[in-house]
């Protein structure tokens, strides 16, 4: 707990020492302190769940009142924006601010700072009259089918419950009542709890690499690609957070073998991604290009957890958006 509050005194500092210099200046605090701090998103969104409730909401209070306060900034410097693009572009920025945290940086710690503050500017243009639909060729379907088999009825209740309460503390029977099966029974299709993770996790990287395989068969234009995987990703994030939230929150309960395997397959899945902004972008550097395409991930991951951004009806248009926002940063 003393960690999570010692970094969000540090972001209520910032916020304080730059009220009325500019949102640039806000900008470039909060980003030397994601920099500086960068576990502090880890302990925000993972460690934080298993804190006493009022704990956890005390600290949940003080990151909310922090994206209030980011938000009002943006509508001050551009009110064309409205309130309600207004605060989907703070918690874009803010899940920007996340990616030294979830991803490699091979920038310098002074150009990386510079990189999110250009990020953040270049959301900033989100427009609401440029929204179009989110098209995509791929039916939607889910990972799991639970009508094919009972083993696919306990992978998808399991994948809710893990997501809703947190792996330790759902039991093999609260997955069976969940599926209508008795508790026992499981172990006619998995051995252990442990082993129901790892088929959830397994499943989530290779649907999400069956996607990345349709999109790069669809065309050899390196720009039509990503712009398919970035919609194609984007709608598996909203459709299927829980999987998202089992990979951020719960993959530390895999077994090593299969934390390193899960690891390597989503370095794999990055580098895919920054290859071809790469190709898509020349003028970028290695390093450049993957910080851009960590940004861009991280916005899209961050902001499908969100149950008041699912809710919204524009929910793919405009996170699909801002994704392309972070990629086209010049």
Not at 266 to 288: C, K, N
Request: proline share 4%.
């Amino acid at each position: 707990m003393a960690a999570i509050v010692s970094g969000l005194d540090r972001i209520d500092n910032d916020m304080k020492a730059t009220e009325g210099g500019g949102l640039n200046a806000t900008l470039s605090a909060v980003a030397a302190t994601a920099i500086a701090r960068s576990d502090l998103w880890i302990l925000i969104r993972r460690d934080s769940t298993h804190l006493p409730v009022d704990e956890l909401r005390a600290v949940r209070a003080r990151f909310a009142a922090f994206v209030r306060t980011l938000s009002e900034r943006i509508l001050e410097e551009q009110p064309a924006l409205g309130e309600a693009n207004a605060a989907w572009v703070a918690r874009a920025v803010i899940a920007t601010f996340a990616a030294p945290s979830q991803y490699p940086q091979r920038l310098s710690p002074r150009h990386l700072q510079a990189t999110l503050v250009h990020v953040s500017g270049n959301l900033l243009i989100i427009d609401a009259s440029e929204d179009q639909a989110v098209a995509t060729p791929y039916a939607r379907q889910g990972p799991f089918d639970p009508a094919a088999s009972r083993r696919e009825q306990l992978l998808q209740h399991a994948s809710v419950l893990f997501a809703d309460r947190g792996y330790q503390e759902v039991s093999i029977d609260d997955i069976g009542a969940a599926a209508d099966i008795a508790g026992p029974s499981i172990y006619h299709h998995f051995r252990s709890k442990s082993e129901i993770l790892v088929a959830i996790l397994r499943r989530a990287i290779e649907w999400i690499e069956f996607d990345r395989m349709r999109a790069t068969r669809e065309s050899d234009d390196p720009q039509q690609v990503l712009t398919l995987l970035v919609r194609s990703y984007t709608l598996l994030a909203l459709d299927h957070p829980e999987l998202f939230r089992i990979f951020t929150h719960e993959s530390i309960h895999l077994p090593r073998e299969e934390r390193v395997m899960i690891r390597n397959a989503h370095r794999q899945f990055f580098t895919s991604w920054v290859s071809l902004l790469a190709q898509v972008r020349p003028e970028l550097t290695d390093a450049q290009a993957q910080t851009l395409v960590s940004c861009a991930l991280c916005v899209i991951n961050d902001l499908s957890l969100s149950k008041t951004i699912r809710a919204d009806a524009k929910r793919e248009l405009r996170l699909a958006q801002l994704a392309f926002r972070v990629l086209e940063t010049p």
